[in-house]
């Protein structure tokens, strides 16, 4: 079982749709594996979904 998942750019490619499909997944199996995730994202949409963010490029102040 694994403690981490690490996803980079999960949704980079996806369009609006898919992209949350897909975060919900994440979320899902990271629950219940009982993992911590590490998203790394270009997406304010996105890292505004996480608990906690680390705001590198200033994503979320821009993101509406």
Request: net charge negative; hydrophobic share 45%.
């Given at each position: 079982r694994p403690q981490l998942i690490l996803a980079d750019e999960p949704?980079?490619?996806l369009d609006p749709e898919a992209a949350?499909?897909?975060m919900r997944l994440i979320d899902e199996v990271a629950c219940a594996l009982g993992a911590t995730t590490i998203v790394i994202t270009?997406?304010?949409a996105v890292a505004k979904r996480m608990a906690r963010q680390?705001?590198?490029m200033g994503?979320?102040?821009r993101a509406t």
């Open positions: 949704t980079s490619a949350a499909a897909t270009h997406d304010g680390i705001d590198m994503l979320l102040r």
